[in-house]
């Protein structure tokens, strides 16, 4: 097994603006994310906001190509969507001309799992916390239980990584709550690697094991932290506000 | 003053104190004008318009005309849709700049046009009103493709999903509440556009008995066979809209 599970070399993103100038929106992204065994690795991408997050899960996806660099998943170089690395958007993703149990199938039609369907549906459900919810139709519902069909139609497929863009920014309150204990707790339980990205670093040090720091304008890694998931990660406490000030003090 | 947010009930009771309005004025009140008919005039003109306008036969060849090109061009749409999805802008700018000279050129011309080509053929009305159906259909889908939320798209796509998949699972079906409410407002515009195009031919059709009852200045026939014509366009579009409800009845939030 090599030793990295995703490798991203060199990413860069130009494109023509209005005037017809060349505009960077990404330069130099580098970064790397080991092949864990047990317990799984939450990684952060902590930028301010408008700093291409967004573009940069897309071309690690290969839902879009970069203008440079190379993206490798498991040594190899990735370039066409597979269902190996599934890519959650911002906004709710989940189809609304289908219920619960009709989005996961379509992720499953997809990759020809017909033979676990069924087993593999109600597992998923029930890991996400919707079971009872099958025959739900996701257009009336919240933005948390939207998030879940997408998390599961995600899972579903057994990707090896998950990318989710901003998955906290427009809950509040409990939401916020169950969204961050579904993450984690699904991440332990199904050693899933899973890769954030998020502007509020509070939230990168209380969910991720590793928070990768990238500057805007364009945007640019400009360095990594190693949380110690074995610290009190509550706020407030010398060790977050220590990192905290760390993580400020390479932003400025 | 604010309309309230359903305005239907409020619609049937108006409907009704115009009806009731009609009669206590132009039964009782001014029973012999020149603007509308006597209520038990209109009553007997039904058996004439039954016999020597020929309204079941008309009737039929209107609605035939309108609801069978409208299925048609809606199910070849269907049947194309992932070649329409996928083609290309100039394609798409062909058909929008039709559309856009449309708005010089009414689309009855084009019904002018093809009586003088074709002037016996009693099926030249379903061709006129098929062509119409159909280029709407198709400007609209076109117009709808660019409201495409591209979350949906993008998820498929990570997921795997081949371009074949994500035009006939996610574009079409997400286009789909909207494109039923243009075919609501345009099965509006065909009714319009046949009755004039019936009017014009001389061929069968409601269109033929609004033009024979103005010769003979038969006011009764003229204004049952609107409250018809009314009715059956309120039935067609209720019918437009339960079909939307029953298969594409998310909305987006």
């Known amino acids: 097994m090599p030793e990295y599970l995703?490798?991203?070399?060199?990413?860069?993103?130009?494109?023509?603006?209005l005037a017809g100038a060349k505009q960077l929106i990404l330069e130099e992204?580098?970064?790397?994310?080991?092949?864990?065994?047990k317990d799984g690795n939450i990684i952060s991408i902590l930028s301010p906001t408008n700093s291409s997050k967004t573009e940069l899960l897309k071309i690690i996806s290969a839902v879009e190509k970069p203008s440079?660099?190379?993206?490798?998943?498991?040594?190899?170089?990735?370039?066409?969507?597979?269902?190996?690395?599934?890519?959650?958007?911002?906004?709710?993703?989940?189809?609304?001309?289908?219920n619960v149990k009709q989005n996961i199938e379509f992720a499953l039609g997809l990759n020809n799992k017909d033979q676990v369907k069924q087993e593999k549906i109600n597992e998923i459900i029930s890991l996400v916390g919707l079971s009872g919810y099958e025959e739900h139709f996701p257009n009336d519902k919240s933005l948390g239980f939207r998030f879940r069909i997408s998390f599961a139609r995600a899972l579903v497929v057994n990707?090896?990584?998950?990318?989710?863009?901003?998955?906290?920014?427009?809950i509040h309150g409990e939401t916020k709550k169950e969204i961050i204990t579904l993450i984690c707790s699904l991440t332990k339980q199904l050693n899933l690697t899973i890769l954030i990205s998020t502007a509020n670093v509070n939230e990168a040090i209380s969910i991720s094991n590793k928070i990768i720091l990238m500057n805007s304008h364009p945007g640019k890694t400009i360095g990594e932290f190693e949380i110690d998931k074995t610290q009190n990660l509550q706020e407030h406490t010398d060790y977050f506000i220590s990192v905290k000030h760390s993580i400020e003090k390479s932003f400025k | 003053m604010r309309l309230k947010k359903n305005p239907v009930k409020n619609l049937h009771k108006l409907l009704i104190l115009y009806f009731f309005l009609w009669i206590i004025l132009f039964e009782f009140i001014l029973p012999v004008n020149n603007i509308l008919p006597k209520p038990s005039v209109v009553l007997l003109s039904f058996s004439a318009l039954w016999n020597d306008y020929k309204l079941p036969v008309n009737f039929?060849?209107?609605?035939?005309?309108?609801?069978?090109?409208?299925?048609?061009?809606?199910?070849?749409?269907?049947?194309?849709?992932?070649?329409?999805?996928?083609?290309?802008h100039f394609i798409s700018d062909f058909l929008l700049s039709l559309?856009?000279?449309?708005?010089?050129?009414?689309?009855?011309?084009?019904?002018?046009?093809?009586?003088?080509?074709?002037?016996?053929?009693?099926?030249i009305k379903y061709i006129f009103v098929f062509l119409i159906s159909f280029f709407f259909i198709i400007v609209h889908l076109k117009q709808e493709l660019r409201n495409v939320k591209k979350e949906y798209i993008e998820s498929a796509i990570s997921l795997g999903a081949d371009e074949k998949t994500i035009s006939k699972k996610i574009i079409w079906k997400s286009i789909q509440p909207q494109l039923f409410n243009h075919l609501i407002t345009l099965h509006f515009q065909l009714w319009s556009l046949a009755i004039i195009f019936e009017f014009i031919s001389g061929g069968y059709g409601l269109g033929n008995i609004y033009r024979r009852a103005l010769e003979y200045k038969d006011i009764s026939a003229i204004f049952t066979i609107t409250i018809i014509t009314g009715i059956t366009i309120f039935l067609g579009s209720q019918l437009i809209k339960y079909l939307k409800n029953k298969f594409y009845h998310w909305s987006f939030v």
């Not at chain 2, 689309?107 to 074709?118: C, D, M, N, R």
Request: charged residues 15%.
């Open chain 1, 29 to 37: 992204i580098n970064f790397k994310i080991k092949s864990i065994s």
């Open chain 2, 99 to 123: 559309h856009w000279f449309s708005n010089f050129i009414p689309w009855i011309i084009l019904g002018i046009f093809l009586i003088y080509w074709l002037p016996s053929s009693e099926y």
């Open chain 1, 159 to 170: 990707p090896k990584i998950i990318l989710i863009d901003e998955p906290l920014k427009n």
């Open chain 1, 6 to 17: 995703l490798e991203v070399n060199n990413i860069s993103k130009s494109f023509h603006g």
């Open chain 1, 68 to 98: 440079g660099g190379e993206i490798i998943l498991l040594g190899k170089k990735f370039e066409k969507p597979t269902g190996e690395i599934v890519l959650i958007p911002e906004k709710p993703s989940s189809f609304p001309w289908m």
């Open chain 2, 60 to 88: 039929l060849s209107t609605v035939g005309a309108i609801y069978i090109s409208l299925a048609l061009a809606y199910i070849i749409v269907w049947s194309i849709k992932i070649y329409l999805i996928k083609s290309n």
